[in-house]
């Protein structure tokens, strides 16, 4: 029997003078392991730092605890501004995940110094759309990072 999840999740469009930052995953997503233990759905995907709205949490709280917890970067909700949103259904073997995905975008005026956490592997600056050519990611991120540069 497929198990059937709904998650809202935050990501922000981190930027400064390097481009837009994307986070290489290390780890298959969490609601996909706890369904099905051996999944790799996710792992070696590029995506925004962002994650999980947590109970109790609006969107941008959400955002701003993620990007602390992921890379290290402090900023305020009032710097955040709301840049898109989309839907999209990801099927593992045994588990099947629609997101919803409020995506925010924060400006840093200095260099950001990225401190990836373990759910992580790297991190790269892109500056332009030709940048994501090539990067393995989820479609509709790929559209909405297109579309902000």
Same mark, same amino acid.
């Given at each position: 029997m497929m198990t059937k999840i709904?998650?809202? $999740?935050a990501s922000v469009i981190v930027r400064s003078g390097s481009g837009a930052l $994307? $986070?290489?995953r290390a780890q298959p997503y969490a609601e996909f392991i706890k369904h099905d233990p051996s999944t790799q759905l996710g792992m070696g995907l590029w995506e925004l730092p962002g994650g999980g709205v947590e109970f109790g949490e609006t969107p941008q709280e959400a955002v701003v605890r993620e990007a602390s917890e992921e890379i290290g970067l402090l900023f305020d909700q009032k710097d955040i501004k709301l840049t898109d949103c989309c839907a999209y259904t990801l099927k593992g073997s045994k588990c099947e995940s629609h997101r919803i995905h409020v995506v925010y975008e924060v400006n840093?005026? %200095?260099p950001v110094q990225v401190l990836l956490s373990k759910e992580h592997v790297a991190h790269v600056w892109a500056r332009d759309a030709d940048a994501l050519q090539g990067l393995k990611m989820i479609d509709e991120i790929r559209k909405v @990072? @297109? %579309?902000s540069f």
């Open positions: 709904q998650r809202t $999740l $994307l $986070l290489k840093m005026n %200095a @990072v @297109v %579309a």
